[in-house]
């Protein structure tokens, strides 16, 4: 199954999300389910703690210990041309600006699995033509 950063965050960092984002991992974890993030993950849950960091509501410390957590929850696979290019196209169907949701959503699709999301709005956007996207709240 494919993950994305919007739902990993929750796992090592307490917001809102929290518990129903722990409650899936906690459940993926007893049926040995692997979790999948392209590489573009690093570079997402990076810029979150960061962001953290610079409000005060972490220390650098901890925002390390957060992001060796995450890594070892999931399985970081590397992107290639033919997994950008399909980000790409997705993007471009939904009008999108940015391709780094549809980054994970074409990893899901490449894969053949589900891709768990914890963007609202995302979900809300693509889930009729991908169903194989959920979000943390359905």
Not at 54 to 66: C, E, F, I, P, V
Not at 96 to 120: F, I, M, Q, S
Request: proline fraction near 4%.
């Amino acid at each position: 199954m494919a993950v994305d950063a919007s739902l990993c965050i929750p796992w090592v960092i307490t917001e809102a999300d929290t518990p129903a984002a722990r409650a899936l991992l906690t459940e993926w974890e007893r049926q040995r389910v692997r979790r999948l993030v392209p590489g573009l993950f690093t570079s997402e849950v990076n810029a979150a703690l960061l962001k953290r960091v610079r409000r005060g509501m972490l220390d650098r410390n901890g925002a390390s210990r957060a992001l060796e957590a995450l890594h070892r929850a999931v399985v970081v696979r590397p992107h290639d041309a033919a997994l950008a290019a399909r980000a790409l196209e997705i993007a471009d169907i939904f009008a999108l600006y940015k391709a780094y949701d549809t980054l994970y959503l074409a990893l899901a699709e490449r894969e053949g699995c589900e891709l768990w999301t914890g963007d609202e709005r995302f979900y809300n956007l693509v889930r009729h033509a991908f169903p194989q996207v959920h979000w943390l709240h359905e």
